[in-house]
Each structure stands twice: as C-alpha cells, then as structure tokens.
C-alpha cells in the first residue's frame, strides 16, 4: 500500500488531540513487513558479556544432537537454553530511532518508515550450566590406545575422534573440552585424540618409577633426557614424554635442560586403582600394606589421596575398602545422588563430598547440593545425609 | 550443532530497538498482516514514547535493557539441521504497558 504523508500524520495528530508543538518533529510509520515475520526471527536474551562477544566478532554455538537439551556455548562458558513466554507482544524493528539518537541528528527525515521485522511473544533465555563433559570420556574410552604393538590401532578409525569431532558432539565450549582433555590426560596420536588404556599407563609408569629406581635419581628432578635415551627401545618416545606430563610438573634448570617433578599424590593413586581394580573390596590394613609397598621408594601412601576412587567402609567388621569412581556415576544432579544413596544409605558429609564437588555451579557450594538433594540427621553424635525419598 | 556467527566482515551488527506491546496484534479489518500498517510512533520533547493505533493511543517508556538480545534468523533449512545467523542485536525496548487509551472522534453536541 502507499505509505503515508506527512499530511496523513498531521492529521492523525489532530484527530488525536495531541499538539505537535510538544512532540519531535521526526515520526517513525510502523507497518509489517513483507514476511510478517512470526516464525523467521527469534530473540535470544543474551548473559553477560555474550553481547560484547558478538560485537567483538566472536561466534556462539548451539550444540545438541536430537536426544540432548540444546545449549548455547560460547568460547569459554556453556548455557542451558529455555523458553521464556511473555503475556506481550515483542515487535523487532529495525532502523528505529530513540530519542536521544533523534536528537542529535538533527539533519534526520522528518517522516522515517520502519518496517517491522518480526515479532514473537516468547524468547531464549540462558543459563549459566556445567559443561556436558561425561560423554568426552565416554567417546575417548571406545578405542583406549594400548601402545604401538597392538596392531589393530591401524585400521579403524570409527572410534576415533579429533578435535572438531569433539566439537561438534560435545555440549560444551571449547575451552571446556580442551581444559578436560588436559585434565583426563588425553593426547594427540596421528590426529586423534586418545586416552591410554590403563594397562598401557601403568606399564609406561612403571618403566619410569624403575629407572628412577635404579638411577637413583631424586624424585623432583627426574631428566628428560635421559628417560628418553634409557626408555626409547622400550616405548615410543612420545608416550615416554606423555607419561611424565601426566606424572609430573615440567621445569627447565637454568642449564635449559628439562626435568620433571613427580607428584607423589596422582602416582600413589593410580597404583591404588591398580591394586583394587582387582577385587569388589578388600581388607582395609591389608590393602594399605600392599599399596605402601607398591608405591615408588621415598613416596607416602595416604587415603586422602582416594578421595573419589575409592571408599572405607568403617562400619565393616574389618574395615573394607572398594573401588567408587566418580567418573563412573551418573552427570545429571539427582541421578547422582539417587545412585550414591543406593550404594550407601547414609554419608558424612567428609564422605560424600568428593562424589559431589563436580556438581557444583559456578559459586554453589558442596551445602547447598545438600541441603538441596538429601536430608539430614545425626547418627552416633555425628552428621549423616541420606536420600529425601525412597529409594527401591 | 548450529554456528551463530558474530559480526562478520567489516562493520558491526545492526542495531534493532524492541517495542513491547500488551495483548495482541491482529490486522484491520480483517485482513493480512504483511504490508499493513502498525501505527504513528512518536516521541514527547521529554522524551516520552507515544504510539498512536487505529483509534489508540499508547505511553511509554524507553527501557536501556540489562540483558540485550540477539535477533536470530532463521536460514533455509538443509540436511545438517536448522541454521540461524545473529541479524542485529537490541539493547533498548519501547515498553508500552499503560492501558490505551481511545481516540474519541464524535463529541455529543449540548442540547
């Protein structure tokens, strides 16, 4: 249709009862434009410092394959997305002016018609949630690299997955899957990233704790060098490197030679892992024997260092100890929660903690995750949490 | 997966304003909504929003809003799923929430 004249606004106005004289002289026409517009725009209500991102030319992400929730990721944070329904009308108009910007630009048309884009009674909005970091292991453990002389490594590369695989079936930010690669201590080989198989770890372990052994070096200064020239017929020189970054703290003297630091604590646990690995439980004294035993000369075994691999049953008769790995359980908050309570009716709160730490948002508390998804009471003088409902 | 891609190329993304009416928006008379028109919008020297529809007219408020939005549209579908770009971002809403008020066009005469 036409599109009005200023004449037709004028005598709007006055219709109106309103006095020009009181308003700006620009008026902006609103009509609809050629597509309507219901169903080909949404609006996303953007977190902070998401818009700043756009502006700046960064990209968001929404990942989710047909049987996950959608989630909006950024470079660094991961959103859940949800629908926020609204009684108003939203209309999106383009090229719309505020006062202000009308003001200053005194030169501007007195009659601007705007087309109206699109409009919709409903938005995304974002929360703030934990990466969906489980199903990266799940995906890595499909195919663990057991060492070069497997020789089915070769072939298949069905289950094998590299870095923009991970991105685009993981539901979380880059920078998330890349800071838990580095944490599950995953590597790069021909292209893929892998986990080792634990076998193959421990094996690589042990070649280094022995020739720490015999060379009778200090454990905070374990040389490179060295290891590879000693270890090189024995294991691919990569994974000798890899084995002492997952085991180690690298430095440089000011010599530039390299040594690592071995970390006493992730060495103790992995040899613990091995030995319970073996049985549903074990004789608690029995096991700390073995396993102080079993540990590298001049390193200190101490159940703090389980916390999250495995738990004390004291109220056994003798105290048992089993294998309870938290990468095992459940993701989801109440999931999880459900299958702790189902393998122990009531926990302390020292107990349960390092099975729940990774379910807290960002500044939620370990007592929050309490108070929320258990109920507690005093047994023996001391605090316990159990379920908030039956569990069968 | 679906890649919202922030302002490409040169110049920044289009700034849109939001105008947030109550109730429902139906064409005149009956017909399509495409091509009609809305209403007059215009401002007060204080700067006051005042939106004039079919025989209303609306007050309102400029809002700066905490949580911008991102206008996403959406592309042509294809076999790897439904595609959206950001088109524009809103950082500012006309917010219209007083009841209208009507334009009376027929005054009855004093006998």
């Not at chain 1, 725009?41 to 996950?68: M, N, P, T």
């Not at chain 1, 199903?135 to 453990?141: A, D, P, S, T, V």
């Not at chain 1, 990774?358 to 003088?381: F, H, I, P, W």
Request: glycine fraction near 6%.
């Amino acid at each position: 249709g036409a599109m009005r004249s200023r004449a037709e606004v004028d005598a709007t106005l006055r219709t109106a009862k309103l006095n020009p004289g009181e308003l700006l002289p620009a008026v902006h026409c609103l009509s609809f434009g050629p597509q309507g517009g219901a169903g080909e725009c949404c609006l996303l209500q953007l977190e902070a410092g998401l818009c700043a991102e756009l502006q700046a030319g960064r990209s968001l992400v929404i990942r989710g394959e047909k049987d996950e929730k959608a989630v909006l990721c950024s470079k660094d944070k991961t959103y859940d997305m949800k629908i926020a329904d609204t009684s108003n009308m939203l209309l999106f108009v383009p090229g719309c002016k505020t006062p202000e910007e009308l003001n200053t630009d005194e030169a501007s048309c007195n009659i601007i018609h705007s087309q109206i884009a699109g409009f919709s009674n409903n938005y995304w909005e974002l929360r703030r949630c934990r990466p969906k970091l489980k199903k990266l292991r799940k995906l890595l453990m499909e195919d663990p690299y057991e060492g070069p002389d497997i020789g089915k490594d070769q072939t298949s590369t069905a289950s094998k997955y590299t870095t923009e695989d991970l991105l685009s079936l993981i539901q979380a930010s880059e920078e998330e899957i890349l800071h838990q690669l580095q944490v599950i201590d995953a590597c790069v080989i021909d292209g893929y990233w892998r986990v080792l198989e634990f076998d193959y770890e421990m094996k690589l372990l042990n070649h280094v704790t022995q020739l720490i052994d015999s060379e009778s070096w200090s454990l905070n200064k374990v040389p490179l060098r060295t290891c590879l020239e000693e270890l090189g017929p024995l294991e691919p020189t990569e994974m000798i490197e890899h084995i002492l970054l997952s085991y180690g703290r690298k430095y440089t003297d000011d010599a530039g030679e390299v040594y690592f630091e071995m970390r006493e604590d992730k060495i103790c646990r992995a040899i613990a892992q091995m030995l319970l690995q073996n049985a549903v439980k074990f004789n608690l004294s029995e096991f700390q024997e073995v396993w102080q035993q079993s540990v590298p000369e001049g390193m200190s075994t101490s159940l703090d260092q389980l916390k999250g691999l495995a738990l004390v049953d004291k109220a056994s008769r003798p105290e048992t100890i089993f294998l309870l790995k938290v990468e095992d359980l459940p993701e989801d908050n109440q999931e999880r929660f459900n299958s702790l309570f189902s393998i122990r009716e009531k926990w302390t709160e020292v107990d349960i903690t390092p099975y729940i730490q990774d379910l807290c948002a960002e500044k939620q508390t370990v007592g929050a995750l309490l108070t929320k998804y258990a109920r507690s009471s005093m047994q023996n003088g001391v605090k316990v949490y159990n379920s908030r409902r039956p569990i069968s | 997966t679906t890649r919202l891609p922030g302002s490409a190329g040169a110049g920044s993304l289009e700034q849109w304003v939001l105008v947030e009416l109550q109730g429902e928006v139906e064409p005149r008379g009956g017909g399509a909504l495409p091509g009609s028109l809305l209403g007059d919008l215009h401002y007060t020297r204080e700067g006051i929003p005042v939106l004039i529809v079919g025989h209303h007219i609306l007050y309102g408020k400029v809002v700066q809003l905490e949580k911008p939005f991102a206008v996403l549209m959406k592309q042509a579908a294809d076999p790897a799923g439904t595609h959206y770009t950001v088109t524009a971002l809103i950082k500012t809403k006309l917010l219209f929430k007083t009841r209208p008020k009507p334009i009376i066009t027929n005054v009855p005469k004093k006998v």
